[in-house]
């Protein structure tokens, strides 16, 4: 006689009994909303801005099929993810989360295990950066599942309303990110590649092995880390300029140079591209660090006396030395705003931009 019940799913709990479990589930991992910060329960979230301080506001959606596959993310990753992209926009914005909201699209037949695992993986994110989940909204969605997360954040309270923007990278200064690069789309590579399961949904360390090596492809990928601390950095240090890496370095930098009219000159000499991956990947390892996308490190343009206050903040707070990759230069008359100079010296104008969502 077999015991074993079917799991449960949406359609069998129902959208306020989920609400609850859901609720039940943040507070299982010590995402407590913070005393004036109410969390689920309301009609609408509660926020107090600190006073002095200027408000930002971001939103990103995720949908099953496009942004993630179900057959290779855990439930728990999943919902770091989701989080964690949000908070990557407001660490580049120099400033600090505060308020989250989640919205569901769900087709009713996923198990109720999985979106527990999913808002404990989104809360323990929370409760780190003390962040209130406040809340949301669970829609029917027969086609697929679809994530929908709003943050508020603001400046902090020392920086006096100041924030990190696109549009204020000057010529002369100097172009840095905050860490390595292309490891996510390595990670991306290796489960295209593949085509086995590869993750973790307990395990907050995250150390994977795929085809026979140890690496942390998988775990940039799968879990990436809001830089938070380094966005809060910049701004103490006097930088203006700055945005996080979504999109890829040449895709993204791009943007800062529309935005600020500029050009930049990048240095693949300088590219903070580990070693074991440049091993791994010889033919790809350029395109995996400049267009791969979703490092969510932070790229930033800066006057080399900021740079340098930036080392020694970091080097006080135990952050790693951010990587200067390039220069900032005046706009070209003509041709593509991004130049690579290549090791041997010759230099190349980069074509092309950032992943257009319809136009691939």
């Not at 407001?90 to 109720?112: D, F, H, K, N, Y």
């Not at 924030?163 to 690069?181: C, F, I, Q, W």
């Amino acid at each position: 006689m077999n015991d074993e019940r079917p799991a449960q799913t949406v359609a069998t709990l129902g959208e306020f009994a989920l609400i609850d479990r859901l609720a039940g589930a943040l507070a299982e991992v010590g995402a407590a909303a913070a005393p004036d910060l109410p969390g689920i329960g309301d009609d609408a979230a509660i926020w107090t801005p600190t006073p002095g301080t200027r408000a930002v506001v971001t939103t990103d959606s995720l949908i099953a099929g496009i942004h993630f596959q179900l057959d290779w993310t855990g439930w728990r990753d999943l919902g770091h993810k989701a989080l964690a992209v949000n908070l990557s926009d407001v660490a580049a914005m120099g400033a600090r989360p505060r308020l989250a909201t989640v919205s569901l699209a769900l087709t009713g037949g996923e198990p109720l295990d999985g979106l527990l695992e999913l808002y404990r993986g989104l809360g323990l994110l929370a409760a780190r950066h003390g962040v209130t989940v406040a809340g949301g909204d669970i829609v029917a969605s027969p086609e697929r599942l679809g994530l929908h997360l709003t943050v508020i954040g603001e400046s902090w309270p020392e920086a006096d309303g100041r924030l990190l923007t696109r549009d204020a990278a000057r010529p002369g200064d100097l172009l840095a990110t905050s860490g390595p690069l292309g490891l996510s789309a390595a990670g991306l590579k290796l489960l295209i590649e593949s085509g086995r399961v590869a993750h973790s949904s307990h395990d907050s360390r995250l150390i994977y092995t795929l085809q026979g090596t140890t690496h942390d492809y998988l775990a940039a990928h799968h879990r990436p880390e809001p830089r938070i601390a380094y966005g809060r950095a910049l701004v103490a240090a006097g930088v203006r300029a700055a945005m996080d890496l979504s999109d890829g370095l040449f895709g993204d930098l791009a943007k800062i140079c529309a935005r600020s009219n500029v050009g930049a000159r990048i240095d693949e000499a300088a590219l903070p591209v580990p070693a074991s991956l440049r091993a791994r990947f010889p033919a790809d390892w350029l395109a995996l660090a400049t267009r791969g996308g979703e490092d969510y490190e932070l790229l930033f343009a800066a006057p080399r006396v900021a740079l340098d206050q930036l080392r020694a903040r970091y080097a006080a707070q135990g952050l790693p030395a951010p990587a200067l990759i390039g220069e900032v230069l005046p706009m070209p008359t003509d041709g593509s705003p991004i130049t690579l100079r290549h090791t041997d010296g010759s230099e190349e104008a980069i074509g092309g931009g950032a992943f257009d969502h319809f136009r691939g």
